[in-house]
């Protein structure tokens, strides 16, 4: 009968511990950092607009579209992050575009134009950024810094209010 007790509590014994273990483990690994991606699209109205230059902290590059605006796709991943940095980096405008206008001249700009690297209390962040700017195609893209718009050489266009 003593050797069944003593059986028992080293056995209750032991569950204790793998269970303690088994709650760490299963709690470290719902905090545990890992691959956070977004995609951000920002669209700027440039329907009288003759320039635009590019003052970008990151790289980018530029493509050609049908449409009327340029569209601004950021591509976000960030490595050992958790959800609430991502959250943050996005609320402090980390990856916001502004528009600049002066008169037929427009300066996109980043609004952080040097972001502090990201950290958290283990790590540092990897941060990969994809930064597309999709134009109208009558700009001309030549220069990745200044794109100007085409100029209209259809002769049979009426001009109004000339």
Known sequence: MIDGVIIYFYVLYFMK?????FSFVLFKSSISFGQIEKILHQDFNVDRITTVEFDLARDYYLEKWSGTTIL????????????????????????????LEDGEKVTMKSKLSRPPRLKNKNNEITEEIEVKIMVPEDFNT?????????????SSTIKIGE
């Open 17 to 21: 511990k793998l269970i303690t273990i």
């Open 72 to 99: 601004v796709e950021t591509k976000i991943k960030l490595g050992s992050a958790t959800p609430s940095i991502m959250k943050y980096a996005l609320e402090s405008g980390r990856y916001e575009i502004l528009l």
């Open 142 to 154: 030549d220069d990745i810094k200044i794109i100007t718009r085409k100029e209209d050489t259809n």
